[in-house]
């Protein structure tokens, strides 16, 4: 099927919307299109694109190209297991760890949404135990902390969601384990991380598909030897979480092991797995099924055809139109909600690993530009660094603004009459306003032009169900964008060349003569 | 002075630059570039850019680019108390807060050099104060931990080197005091930073060089009345860093209060009590005074005329090559250290506060780029996140690698062969190769095309006086930058609008209709 889809320059909508003149935002944004101009998301979030650059007319031109390249039926033939990760021959299955959608897709005899379904209930039996201290460490004490050791798609998601869902556990009684992440192959890390943790208590989550990944190995075996430094028998303190076919599957060194597979690509990989361990640890079984409850149900808005209907595909389309139509190279993530911090970070991998590319599935060179370059902070934070560029900058960077009625925790006052939610919202407000519409002034310095769009994803609250719907929605949207730019947006060529590099160097085999002289300026040895 | 100031596309050698073919980066990366591109920085640092795509004849243009817009001497006026910064008609000084270049710089009779000097001294006796537990808490307990409230400036540089100093300080065994930081408005934000605090034990830092900032102040009060709720008197458990005009100076709410003034800029306001405070408490004042020493020491060499020999200078003109003649709109900030893990946040303000702006010194609009849009995380985690698109997007996205030859800590390990700190730096090492050189593939999936240009910064460890010269490298390459571009590095009028709107919506008196739509959207009541 991906051999017959067409590249974006081919479709006739594209060529219409190229012939569009830029709309004025400034005119654009009235009350009325605030209102008008939203989509709902599951959990209660809706999209609105009121501060984005297009009408009714390019809205009709956007849905010609979405059914022109059939996007949505292209979703659907990913989630009834077709091959869509061309590149690598492998399906791709992450919507099916939080639900079924399609028919059940059968691989080798074994129904894999059963499959992932019941690692699921396997990881939420292994938390109860371990939280009703039915499994201790190996000195006998309860384990209060939990670490996971993974990098990529095995650390920023977790650690992102982890992050987001830490105060609303709290309001719900149930941040029943604090967790710590060790990622980065910089014995420095490691050093941090192991400082702010009892060992005796600590239950330590390795995170590797393939059981290969040098940094988390390496990271592994720093925290067995601080294990046995302090006398703990260290199999007791590890459980892993990996693919069927890899060493570290049912290998004693363990506690235990749950599984995913390679049809769970790392940066999709939160809802496996990967995230169920350590956050069903964090928080419960609970917090996590909720949380699988709004990405499924996230994932089931995706399958609406008309755009003006589907979030994720209408968002997609939109950033096609900023990035192909307009031509801006960035995009900016930007929650105004702080427990979402670490969710821009997420998000950039997400997006830039899935979309980063220049060959088509056809395997040629992509005559047009694909995804994004993406960073993000949380509001009103970024306001005091970055925001100086965006609204008076010479380059425009299209906005994601994120945002909540009410804040995840209770601690709140009236200061000046207001509360501090009310201040954060009224930022967020304004900053919506002031990117799009400007401000005239005879002082060039401080005029502000304005027609810088945005989006903006609103909800009531953080809770879980509605972290899983945001999450759902830029996987989906990223999903949408790759099949638009007729992409491979499941796999990540892109790394290996440095690996390949990193071993010769340690290995002592670098042919290239500058990769040995920029690791002697390094202190870099040859191998003994 | 600046009135004269040429634009750059007056430059005659911006315009021999323009017409110069690309250099291919992949015969030119050799190891005999890779040792000689370098130019000595302080604290024993090196910038080394054989990755960049510039040969002799390009240097020898931005050389003569230096000279016509006689970037020194402007940096040296700066240094003399001339007013750079001159939308705001105010000088800048923030060099000053390391040590002594120029003249003596004096205003209103008072030598400024010895103004930011003595708030140090008082700094540095107040802590000391509090670490031999002379200063306590109301309750009597000594002050364990130190939690600064601030925003912007007053929270990313001071947060960026308390996390990338923890590691050095516990090596040498003066991690004194835990130091947290509060920033968002966001009341989460104060919720989950108030429950990782011992009230009693924890001192607070309050930074607003006006004393009037909206989320600083409301954050104040949060923790005022958490102080309260604890029987404590919150006098006793609060200092102010402001300028002496600003209503908190010498207020008796706070037990002391140390300043700075309008001539130091936020983002450029580590040095000064902005960082003095926090720092000196958290580790003691000879890290701090270790910091500055590096600091200064990397502002001296920036006077050299001979770009070969200024890294800043070099580094600047670059960046302006890389922007305004190959035109990529991005650049990545890429430490190869943990400790800098907050490092590119700190970047990301100076350089898009510092030059996102469109008007030149004449208020005049300007017909080139300015600064770039700048993001990074560190390395290795980013090598399995956005490095995809680095390599094989369609956008070529220069980078600034940092590297050091130690780890800060002793803990490491050989795993297979090579240390951790082996690992780390032969990651780096390779990604530079990888970047620059590529790899001809047959298959257009797994083919590198190269030549995407990179910068590295080495050291033997990352020490305070290291971090210093790293911190006043890029403060004087961004000053550079914005001398080409002929823009005013050190106002931010681009954040007033929000802010004016944020302040209309909050009082009620918002006239555009949008703004009040928003609004209600994100559950915002008119005010009673």
Redesign the interface.
């Known amino acids: 099927m991906p051999q017959s889809c067409p590249n974006l320059n081919e479709s006739r909508h594209y060529a219409d919307l190229l012939s569009l003149p830029f709309t004025d935002l400034r005119r654009l944004?009235?009350?009325a299109?605030?209102?008008a101009a939203e989509v709902p998301m599951a959990a209660g979030l809706?999209y609105?694109y009121?501060a984005m650059p297009v009408e009714e007319r390019h809205l009709d031109l956007l849905q010609g190209l979405s059914d022109e390249f059939d996007l949505v039926g292209q979703y659907q033939r990913l989630l009834a297991g077709e091959r869509m990760n061309v590149?690598e021959n492998r399906r791709v299955l992450h919507h099916l760890t939080r639900g079924q959608l399609g028919p059940a897709v059968m691989h080798d005899g074994r129904d894999l949404g059963a499959f992932y379904r019941e690692q699921h209930q396997r990881i939420f039996a292994f938390a109860e135990q371990v939280h009703r201290g039915a499994l201790r460490g190996s000195s006998g004490a309860a384990f209060t902390q939990v670490c996971q050791i993974g990098?990529?798609?095995s650390?920023?998601g977790p650690r992102a969601l982890y992050l987001a869902l830490?105060?609303e556990a709290?309001r719900q009684g149930c941040q029943l384990m604090t967790a710590e992440f060790l990622?980065?192959?910089?014995?420095?890390?490691?050093?941090?991380v192991?400082?702010r943790l009892d060992l005796a208590r600590t239950l330590f989550v390795l995170v590797s598909k393939s059981g290969t990944t040098?940094?988390t190995?390496?990271?592994e075996?720093?925290v067995r030897?601080?294990l046995r430094h302090q006398g703990l028998d260290d199999r007791a303190h590890l459980v892993a979480v990996t693919s069927e076919t890899s060493p570290l599957a049912g290998n004693s060194a363990y506690r235990d092991s749950f599984y995913m597979d390679d049809f769970v690509g790392?940066r999709f990989s939160s809802t496996s797995a990967v995230g169920a361990v350590v956050l069903s640890l964090a928080f419960g079984p609970a917090i996590f099924q909720a949380l699988l409850a709004g990405a499924h149900a996230q994932d089931a808005l995706a399958l609406q055809p008309d755009i003006r209907h589907n979030a994720s595909l209408l968002d997609a389309l939109l950033g096609v139109y900023l990035r192909n139509v307009l031509g801006y190279?960035?995009s900016a993530v930007l929650p105004?909600?702080?427990?979402l911090s670490r969710f821009p970070?997420h998000l950039?991998?997400l997006d830039?690993?899935s979309?980063?590319?220049?060959?088509n599935r056809r395997?040629?060179?992509?005559p047009?530009?694909?995804?994004p370059?993406?960073?993000g902070?949380?509001?009103?934070?970024g306001?005091?660094?970055?925001?100086?560029?965006?609204?008076?900058?010479?380059?425009v960077?299209p906005l994601q603004f994120i945002?909540f009625?009410?804040?995840?925790?209770?601690?709140?006052?009236l200061?000046?009459?207001?509360?501090?939610?009310?201040?954060?919202?009224?930022?967020?407000?304004?900053?919506?306003?002031?990117f799009?519409?400007?401000?005239a002034d005879e002082?060039?310095?401080?005029?502000?032009?304005g027609q810088r769009p945005a989006s903006?994803i609103?909800g009531?609250r953080l809770t879980a169900e509605a972290l899983g719907a945001l999450l759902a929605h830029f996987e989906n949207k990223i999903m949408f964008q790759g099949f638009v730019w007729n992409i491979?947006s499941f796999?990540?060529?892109?790394?290996?060349?440095?690996?390949?590099?990193?071993g010769?160097?340690?290995?002592g085999t670098a042919e290239?003569?500058?990769?040995?002289?920029?690791?002697r300026?390094?202190?870099?040895r040859p191998?003994a």
Chains 1, 2 share one sequence.
């Open positions: 944004l009235t009350a299109r605030v209102s809706h609105n009121a590149g990098i990529g798609g650390d920023l830490q105060q709290r990622s980065n192959v910089d014995p420095d890390d490691a050093d941090q192991l400082a040098q940094e190995l390496t990271n075996t720093l030897v601080a790392g190279p960035c105004y909600s702080q427990a970070a950039q991998q830039m690993e979309n980063g590319k220049s060959v395997g040629e060179p992509l047009y530009a694909s995804g370059i993406i960073f902070e949380p509001g009103t934070n306001q005091h660094s970055f925001y100086q560029l965006l609204h008076q900058g010479t380059d960077v945002g009625e009410q804040a995840q925790g209770q601690r709140d006052l200061v000046q009459g207001s509360t501090s939610q009310d201040k954060l919202n009224a930022n967020l407000a304004a900053q919506l306003v002031a799009a519409k400007g401000r002082n060039a310095n401080r005029h502000f032009a903006l609103r009531a491979n796999d990540q060529e892109g790394v290996q060349l440095g690996k390949v590099l990193t010769q160097l340690l290995a290239d003569e500058a990769l040995q002289a920029y690791g300026l390094l202190g870099l191998p």
